[in-house]
């Protein structure tokens, strides 16, 4: 009888050594894929807190660069106050003091909401109403999460930073129309064209409209800030005419500035602050990029100086510090469409180009009997171009190409110009743009603010 149960013993035995293998099998797996799932939420948990520091980095690094472009309004007045006559002082900074409050608060009203409908209608004009809420929004109510724009910065963050933008281009206006516009024309310029035309240009490109679908490209504003700035300032002196006195017989009357020191204060505040204006458009704290950016900013800031004064000297025969100063600026504006895709061997290059060329351009306005106070169109819209035009022939990027950037220059430019020419014309024949004669040579100081911008005692 054992003989005939042996097998089935064995058999049975076999049975229960495999059961209990697959046991621990079983038993090996479940923890496995235990310490798997506590991984993967540790991995989860990990990649939240990483995205929490970025936005957090990102955020302070675009406030950072806010508060340097808003320095910029202190630059310009600066270089506007020190290249125009001392009677015109307060005026100028008056001017340049209620351009950012206004261009903010037009900008806050209905700028930002055209600017950036969404990226959903690639055309020539959308609007989000919606973007209203923001006045009745609580400090949590705007989408601070890593979703909102790609992680890089707040709501809040994404609005002021691109307001600074739009006031910038009205104070470009402000300083080749000095010293003969009326207070009130330039307000109400102000607020339509930082309100309404400024803000459906930069939509084209920056709201993901006709432009960018086109292909065209503008890291940080050579044509959508400062050459729409400039179109804005060619309109204006248009119409205004020069100051009086300033084309006599043919000839250019030099009619000297109230302080160099004081222009020369504000060139380098305006360098300071473009390394927000450039640097802030990476629109993230990315180390590599955001250094890039202001490596070819400072290196075309320097060879426009070299340019500005060489060409100062061949055509002056003389040390020219105010087309150096001219020069410096030229170059920003020139590598700012470019600045994160032209290298900076290059850079130099646009620079220098930039920095010769406003010289010339000034000299060519003042030939036309186009009298800009402190060369703001040869600055913003010259250069403006020529760095536009830069990116189609420098980029590293194969899909910038010339034409391409030649056509959204002359779109937006047409466009500029048109709106300015048309809101200047407007004025001009329904409230006048100009102040009387009288004032005009006696100083906009005493007559329009009752207050001299400097006290000159002299001895009994």
Same mark, same amino acid.
């Given at each position: $009888? $054992?003989?005939?149960?042996?097998?089935?013993?064995?058999?049975?035995?076999?049975?229960?050594?495999?059961?209990?293998?697959?046991?621990?099998?079983?038993?090996?797996?479940?923890?496995?894929?235990?310490?798997?799932?506590?991984?993967?939420?540790?991995?989860?948990?990990?990649?939240?807190?990483?995205?929490?520091?970025?936005?957090?980095?990102?955020?302070?690094? $675009?406030?950072?660069?806010?508060?340097?472009?808003?320095?910029?309004?202190?630059?310009?007045?600066?270089?506007?106050?020190?290249?125009?006559?001392?009677?015109?002082?307060?005026?100028?900074?008056?001017?340049?003091?209620?351009?950012?409050?206004?261009?903010? &608060?037009?900008?806050?009203?209905?700028?930002?909401?055209?600017?950036?409908?969404?990226?959903?209608?690639?055309?020539?004009?959308?609007?989000?109403?919606?973007?209203?809420?923001?006045?009745?929004?609580?400090?949590?109510?705007?989408?601070?999460?890593?979703?909102?724009?790609?992680?890089?910065?707040?709501?809040?963050?994404?609005? =002021?930073?691109?307001?600074?933008?739009?006031?910038?281009?009205?104070?470009?206006?402000?300083?080749?129309?000095?010293?003969?516009?009326?207070?009130?024309?330039?307000?109400?310029?102000?607020?339509?064209?930082?309100?309404?035309?400024?803000?459906?240009?930069?939509?084209?490109?920056?709201?993901?409209?006709?432009?960018?679908?086109?292909?065209?490209?503008?890291?940080?504003?050579?044509?959508?800030?400062?050459?729409?700035?400039?179109?804005?300032?060619? !309109?204006?002196?248009?119409?205004?005419?020069?100051?009086?006195?300033?084309?006599?017989?043919?000839?250019?009357?030099?009619?000297?500035?109230?302080?160099?020191? =004081?222009?020369?204060?504000?060139?380098?505040?305006?360098? &300071?602050?473009?390394?927000?204006?450039?640097?802030?458009?990476?629109?993230?704290?990315?180390?590599?990029?955001?250094?890039?950016?202001?490596?070819?900013?400072?290196?075309?800031?320097?060879?426009?100086?070299?340019?500005?004064?060489?060409?100062?000297?061949?055509?002056?025969?003389?040390?020219?510090?105010?087309?150096?100063?001219?020069?410096?600026? !030229?170059?920003?504006?020139?590598?700012?469409?470019?600045?994160?895709?032209?290298?900076?061997?290059?850079? =130099?290059?646009?620079?220098?180009?930039?920095?010769?060329?406003?010289?010339?351009?000034?000299?060519?306005?003042?030939?036309?009997?186009?009298?800009?106070?402190?060369?703001?169109?040869?600055?913003?819209?010259?250069?403006?171009?020529?760095?536009? =035009? !830069?990116?189609?022939?420098?980029?590293?990027?194969?899909?910038?190409?010339?034409?391409?950037?030649?056509?959204?220059?002359?779109?937006?430019? &047409?466009?500029?110009?048109?709106?300015?020419?048309?809101?200047?014309?407007?004025?001009?024949?329904?409230?006048?743009?100009?102040?009387?004669?009288?004032?005009?040579?006696?100083?906009?100081?005493?007559?329009?603010?009752?207050?001299?911008?400097?006290?000159?005692?002299?001895?009994?």
């Amino acid at each position: $009888m $054992m003989k005939v149960f042996t097998p089935v013993l064995a058999y049975v035995s076999s049975a229960q050594d495999s059961l209990a293998v697959d046991s621990a099998v079983a038993e090996v797996a479940e923890a496995t894929m235990v310490v798997a799932s506590e991984t993967a939420a540790e991995v989860v948990d990990y990649s939240t807190q990483i995205a929490d520091v970025l936005l957090t980095a990102n955020n302070i690094w $675009m406030m950072l660069a806010t508060a340097l472009v808003f320095i910029m309004h202190l630059g310009f007045a600066g270089v506007e106050t020190g290249f125009s006559q001392a009677k015109n002082t307060v005026n100028i900074l008056f001017k340049n003091t209620i351009t950012p409050i206004i261009g903010i &608060l037009t900008y806050a009203v209905c700028g930002f909401f055209l600017m950036y409908p969404g990226f959903e209608t690639p055309g020539w004009f959308d609007f989000d109403s919606a973007g209203w809420s923001m006045f009745w929004f609580a400090p949590g109510d705007a989408d601070v999460s890593v979703d909102y724009a790609s992680g890089g910065y707040t709501y809040w963050t994404d609005f =002021l930073f691109q307001a600074m933008f739009a006031a910038t281009a009205a104070t470009i206006v402000s300083g080749a129309v000095a010293e003969r516009i009326k207070i009130s024309t330039y307000l109400v310029f102000t607020v339509i064209y930082v309100g309404l035309v400024y803000p459906l240009i930069g939509s084209w490109k920056w709201g993901g409209g006709a432009l960018n679908e086109m292909g065209f490209y503008d890291f940080a504003g050579s044509t959508l800030v400062h050459s729409v700035g400039g179109w804005g300032a060619l !309109a204006g002196i248009i119409l205004l005419g020069p100051r009086i006195g300033k084309y006599v017989d043919g000839k250019v009357v030099d009619k000297p500035g109230a302080s160099v020191p =004081l222009a020369v204060i504000g060139v380098f505040m305006l360098w &300071l602050g473009w390394f927000g204006f450039n640097g802030g458009s990476v629109l993230s704290a990315d180390p590599g990029l955001v250094s890039f950016v202001l490596v070819t900013t400072s290196l075309a800031a320097c060879t426009g100086g070299i340019g500005g004064f060489i060409g100062g000297y061949l055509l002056f025969k003389r040390l020219d510090i105010g087309m150096m100063l001219n020069g410096i600026l !030229a170059g920003l504006v020139g590598i700012t469409a470019g600045a994160d895709v032209i290298n900076p061997g290059w850079a =130099l290059f646009v620079g220098l180009v930039a920095g010769i060329a406003v010289v010339y351009s000034v000299v060519l306005l003042d030939k036309l009997k186009l009298d800009d106070v402190v060369g703001a169109v040869s600055v913003h819209l010259v250069c403006g171009i020529w760095g536009t =035009l !830069a990116v189609g022939l420098f980029s590293t990027n194969p899909e910038h190409t010339f034409w391409i950037q030649l056509k959204g220059v002359v779109i937006c430019g &047409l466009a500029a110009f048109t709106a300015a020419f048309l809101i200047f014309f407007i004025l001009k024949k329904t409230f006048g743009i100009r102040v009387s004669e009288e004032h005009e040579k006696s100083g906009l100081d005493s007559h329009e603010h009752g207050i001299r911008g400097y006290t000159i005692i002299y001895p009994d």
